[in-house]
Structure formats: C-alpha cells, structure tokens
C-alpha cells in the first residue's frame, strides 16, 4: 500500500499526528489518538483485529476536500 500525506490537525507542533493518508487502493488511512477509555469503548462493537482512534474536525474534513 503506497501512502500519500494529505494533511495534519493544526494541533499538531512537530508530529504528523493525527493525519490523514491517501492510498493507492481508494482508501484512507487515519492516525490519531488510541482511544483507550472504556466507557467510550464500551459503547462499540471492535473485532481483536480493529482499532479506534480520535481525530480532530479539521483533518476528516480535508476528505471533503480531496478529489
């Protein structure tokens, strides 16, 4: 899978987290923060194979944006 960078939260100082990659299978790829509390967990169905992160607005809404 090859990443292409689209775009960082502007809450980011030095670190690329959490962005958001485009990749060349039409997809996307979103790094963030792990969401580890339970309460918020508890209220989803996660396989052992997925994960959860959060993202700040201004990154997914650079999709929007992204042909």
Known sequence: MKL???RKT???NQTNCPSLYRTDRNTFVVQ???VS???TL???D???HE???EVP???LAEIARTP
Do not use: H, K, M
């Open 46 to 48: 996660i396989p052992a």
């Open 57 to 59: 607005i201004d990154v």
């Open 32 to 34: 963030g923060w792990r």
């Open 51 to 53: 994960t959860v992160v």
């Open 37 to 39: 509390d339970q309460e």
């Open 42 to 44: 508890s209220q989803l």
């Open 10 to 12: 502007a809450l980011s």
């Open 4 to 6: 292409t960078f689209i």
